[in-house]
């Protein structure tokens, strides 16, 4: 089984910036559309940014001109610089990919979430 590891959370003052990354381990896989999530204290896992398996981005409202999602086909990984931060960026950040399993005769598709990364943004 694939598996996706998160890395770069931590805390930081507003205005600061953090970068996060994710990297799929395994074999026999390619990876589809990637993204971030976040869930904040009392409240509902929500997309941060995703990356499609053509390079193709969209970002939530919040993030737009402060976030920048990017992956690196060759290391199969994906990330997020958190530039600008604010107190309401605070929560777990967790990756999500589409792994595509190889497989001989036809593919299969699971999607799979990493354990998060904490990051707090303080005042």
């Known amino acids: 089984q694939v598996q996706l590891v998160e890395s770069g959370g931590g805390w930081v003052q507003a205005g600061g910036s953090l970068r996060l990354s994710c990297v799929a381990s395994g074999r026999g896989f390619r990876l589809g559309d990637m993204a971030w999530y976040r869930q904040g204290a009392g409240t509902q896992r929500e997309l941060v940014a995703r990356?499609?398996?053509?390079?193709?981005?969209n970002y939530a409202d919040s993030a737009k001109g402060r976030f920048t999602i990017s992956r690196d086909y060759a290391r199969n990984t994906v990330d997020l610089q958190m530039n600008s931060l604010k107190p309401d960026d605070t929560g777990t950040y967790y990756c999500?990919?589409?792994?595509?399993?190889?497989?001989?005769?036809?593919?299969?598709?699971?999607?799979?979430w990493g354990q998060g990364t904490r990051v707090t943004v303080s005042s």
């Open positions: 999500k990919a589409d792994i595509i399993y190889v497989r001989a005769i036809i593919d299969e598709r699971i999607t799979t």
């Open positions: 990356i499609t398996s053509g390079g193709i981005t």
